[in-house]
């Protein structure tokens, strides 16, 4: 249950980096991503998600935290990270666009059904 405990906070630590540098490729395209391996990270954020799904049913112990987030807010959450990523990625080749965007729709499913508890 520790190591489950360890693996969220370093889960939230590597999304809060993910999406500062999302940010930092928005303001200076190129910069971020010529020094540090975008695709990297985003498959390193998704082993981890992999690794705390499979941990969280081999305990069987669900995420129970429930966080209360309105509608509106999330859809323009949603639509500030599609502009952004769009920016983002619009230096990247065709494969690493398809893996990237796929992953992250990923760690976005994931985080709404798993860590916000909605079901619908």
Known sequence: ILFYKLLINILIALLVIWFFVILGEAFLPG????NISFLKLILLIFALVLSLHWLSKKI???IDSKIELSKPTLFVT????IIISGLALLKFSYFSNVVITLTTLLILFYLYRELLNQDS
């Open 31 to 34: 910069f971020i991503s010529t």
């Open 60 to 62: 069987e112990k669900p």
């Open 78 to 81: 949603i639509f500030f990270l």
